[in-house]
């Protein structure tokens, strides 16, 4: 078992940054990718961005430039560096780990990111 815990969400302006972090404890040897998808309200859930245990990375194209994942498996920890925020980044962002012996995937709680003036 994996169990992930967010944090770093809030309320920002346009053009402003945040920048997400989740750590995992538990089986942490077996997680390969870990990355961040996203559930905007009506929508389904998308992916954002995402890393493997090797930092090969995968970026969503409608993020890419603005946002930057990175992973520092010391910590077992990945973050989402978020700049240029537009209102249509507003979501719930949650974390994502996946265990590439099984295919299982955990999730975070989910942190809620609102983009308005």
């Known amino acids: 078992q994996v169990q992930l815990v967010e944090s770093g969400g809030g309320l920002v302006q346009p053009g402003g940054s945040l920048r997400l972090s989740c750590t995992a404890s538990?089986?942490?040897?077996?997680?390969?990718?870990m990355g961040w998808f996203r559930q905007a309200p009506g929508k389904p859930r998308e992916l954002v961005a995402a890393?493997?245990?090797?930092?090969?990375?995968t970026i969503a194209d409608s993020v890419k430039g603005r946002f930057t994942i990175s992973r520092d498996n010391a910590k077992n920890t990945v973050y989402l560096q978020m700049n240029s925020l537009e209102p249509v980044d507003t979501a719930v962002y949650y974390c994502?780990?996946?265990?590439?012996?099984?295919?299982?995937?955990?999730w975070g709680q989910g942190t809620q990111v609102t983009v308005s003036s």
């Open positions: 994502n780990a996946r265990v590439a012996a099984t295919f299982d995937d955990y």
């Open positions: 538990g089986s942490v040897k077996s997680i390969n990718t």
């Open positions: 890393i493997t245990s090797g930092r090969i990375k």
